[in-house]
């Protein structure tokens, strides 16, 4: 199973925050089928420690650890519980150390005393006594959840697609239905965590998994913005104030759609220099609405909105709509082989330069997929339509098949 790197930025957010010793005991017990030789506990780092993993011998079910942890901020310090049968383990080994258990792990608050119970994985553990621990099993059970669905998706991925092999729209359909159903995921793994957030606002876990909204939100172009400004407004005073809040504040002022090409820009006036040796202007295409989509052959989300697009391109090729695609692929044997087994109908070109710099950069592409919706005159009509959206945008503008 692919780790989910949201994931796991969000939980490693939960480090330690607090000027404070913590003289800790983890106490945990094997009752069910999960089985293991070895614990291994991961104490975060922050600027007072450093990282650490400690092991400890699994015996008749039964580990243990002790020690003292340091943390920041007059708050609690985080540590990860992971199960294992090879011994030996250090800090710098820590994603084999994950690898091994699919990434089964638990995140715990270190207190004076942790009572966890472990049935059959680490992620749906119990733990029985730990003040600080409830909150933070809040936010572990919307992770569990998450790993659920994601791999149920994938087994219905894996089964659907070896049974229609060799039919080319069954594959594009199921990739289409794969990746819608990992972003409708995502949306209800955001949603889990904004609820707990507004539901205990001052936890320090919610505090510290706001902070990281906010810096993915960076990442992402403002994706959360209107989600944080909401929360900022029951978010309690004294975080407001301090100094994790202030930088939060800072954070979403900055966050802006910085797209250069939006909604109602003319499209540039570019003369592509493909790698068959024959320019083409985008001149050409003045006079009908077009699909500028730019892609590559090794990126799963691009290929899973052919199908979308196909679907588009034959209900509205009769009404002035094309689709033009420029792919960013390096290796040009890969790109014919993909245009080959996705049996696109429209004109494909590739850049001879792989990623070529100045071609990202004059049509503002930090990604693929990314695409335009062009109108007659050669003006943006929308940015980025994916799924069924493009086929609902030129319903509104060309009418129904």
């Known amino acids: 199973m692919k780790f989910n790197l949201l994931t796991a930025f ?33 104490i975060h780092s ?35 519980l992971y199960l294992s049968n090879k011994p030996g383990f250090l800090h710098k080994d820590i994603i084999t150390l994950m690898k091994e258990r699919d990434y089964d792990f638990r995140k715990l ?26 909150i933070n099993t809040l936010y572990q059970e919307v992770t569990v959840r998450r790993r659920k669905q994601d791999d149920s998706l994938r087994k219905w991925y894996n089964a659907e ?38 539901q ?74 493909p790698d068959n040796g024959e320019t083409f202007s985008m001149k050409s295409v003045r006079g009908k609405y077009v699909l500028l989509d730019f892609w590559t052959s090794w990126c799963g989300p691009c290929r899973a909105e052919h199908y979308y697009m196909k679907k588009a391109y034959e209900n509205f090729k009769s009404k002035n709509f094309t689709v033009l695609q ?26 001879m330069k792989g990623w070529n710099k100045e071609v990202a950069g004059i049509f503002d592409v930090k990604g693929v997929p990314t695409n335009y919706l062009i109108d007659p005159d050669g003006r943006i009509i929308a940015r980025n339509l994916r799924g069924e959206a493009l086929e609902q945008k030129l319903s509104e503008l060309l009418g129904n098949k």
């Open 161 to 198: 697609i070896i049974k229609f092999k060799n039919d080319v729209d069954q594959k594009q359909r199921i990739e289409a239905e794969y990746y819608k159903g990992l972003w409708e995921i995502q949306r209800v793994y955001d949603e889990g965590f904004f609820g707990l957030i507004r």
């Open 200 to 273: 205990y606002p001052t936890a320090r876990q919610s505090q510290i998994m706001y902070r990281g909204f906010y810096q993915i939100n960076k990442i992402h172009n403002g994706k959360y913005s209107d989600a944080l400004a909401d929360i900022w407004k029951i978010m309690p005073e004294s975080y407001k104030e301090s100094k994790a809040g202030k930088e939060c504040m800072k954070w979403l002022s900055e966050t802006k759609d910085d797209s250069k090409l939006k909604e109602g820009l003319m499209i540039p006036d570019f003369t592509f220099r």
């Open 46 to 80: 922050n600027s007072i420690q450093k990282a650490q993993l400690v092991q400890a011998t699994i015996v008749n079910g039964r580990f243990v650890f002790t020690g003292i942890a340091k943390s920041l901020d007059g708050d609690y310090c985080g540590a990860t």
């Open 326 to 351: 420029y792919s960013f692929d390096t290796n040009k044997d890969k790109w014919l082989k993909a245009l080959k087994e996705e049996e696109l109908p429209w004109m494909n070109l590739r850049d």
């Open 109 to 134: 608050v270190l207190e004076n005393y942790v009572l966890i119970n472990v049935a059959h994985s680490l992620q749906e553990s119990v733990v029985i006594d730990g003040e600080l621990n409830n």
């Open 10 to 42: 969000l939980f490693l957010s939960l480090s330690c925050f607090a000027d404070n010793i913590v003289k800790y005991k983890v106490e945990g017990k094997l009752t069910g089928s999960l089985k293991g030789k070895y614990a291994y506990l991961s």
